[in-house]
Antibody
Framework: QVQLVESGGGVVQPGTSLRLSCAAS????????MHWVRQAPGKGLEWVAV????????EYTDSVKGRFTISRDNSRNRLYLQMSSLRAEDTALYYC???????????WGQGTLVTVSS | SYEVTQPPSVSVSPGQTARITCSGE??????VCWYQQKAGQSPVLVMY???KRPSGIPERFSGSNSGNTATLTISGTQAMDEADYYC?????????FGGGTKLTVL
């Protein structure tokens, strides 16, 4: 069965960096576009970034451009989000989600919590 | 940047029909998905391409997308349908979520 397991969250100070990982299993990871979506405590969903199946195309929401980098390792079935210059407003539960083209985000992980606080 | 808007809350009595709207400019020209998120859980896809149900989603869930408004309709609403619902509009490979609608079944 499809599984997405995020890791790497934690409590960090403003201005520092953090790398999130998402381990994928149960499907051919290299065939799917993947996304990061975040949810601040008590708030709604916010799309963060997308990476194509072959990593040639990457896009970001405006608020993270220049600070976050999405990447993937298809040989290890892993998705990453490198986050730098973290701000308090980046505090959120970060989900990775599979993109079944034309269908939407059909599988989601359980999320990893990032807290940016001094 | 593109935006979609949802009402913050909708209330419905058990067995009645709930309608949750999502508004955006020329929304009918975009792929629209709907997600259900229950407290403490990850989102679940309940509708895609405006009106198609993924396997495993009950038939009481239906959707439409016309003009500037997409609508998620839940017929014969059950207590288990109480959740937050998010619309998502796609533009090529990027997406934008609505602010979410809390559905209360009372």
């Amino acid at each position: 069965q499809v599984q997405l397991v995020e890791s790497g969250g934690g409590v960090v100070q403003p201005g520092t960096s953090l790398r999130l990982s998402c381990a994928a299993s149960g499907f051919t990871f290299s065939s799917y576009t993947m996304h990061w979506v975040r949810q601040a405590p008590g708030k709604g969903l916010e799309w963060v970034a997308v990476i194509s199946s072959d990593a040639t195309n990457k896009e970001y929401t405006d608020s993270v451009k220049g600070r976050f980098t999405i990447s993937r390792d298809n040989s290890r079935n892993r998705l990453y989000l490198q986050m730098s210059s973290l701000r308090a407003e980046d505090t959120a539960l970060y989900y990775c989600a599979r993109d079944d083209s034309g269908i939407g985000n059909d599988y989601w992980g359980q999320g990893t919590l990032v807290t940016v606080s001094s | 940047s593109y935006e979609v808007t949802q009402p913050p809350s909708v209330s419905v009595s058990p067995g009645q029909t709930a309608r949750i709207t999502c508004s955006g400019e020329k929304l009918e020209n975009k792929y629209v998905c709907w997600y259900q998120q229950k407290a403490g859980q990850s989102p679940v896809l309940v509708m895609y391409q405006g009106s198609k149900r993924p396997s495993g989603i009950p038939e009481r869930f239906s959707g439409s997308n016309s003009g500037n408004t997409a609508t998620l309709t839940i017929s014969g609403t059950q207590a288990m349908d109480e959740a937050d619902y998010y619309c998502q509009a796609w533009e090529r490979s990027t997406a934008v979520f609505g602010g979410g609608t809390k559905l209360t079944v009372l």
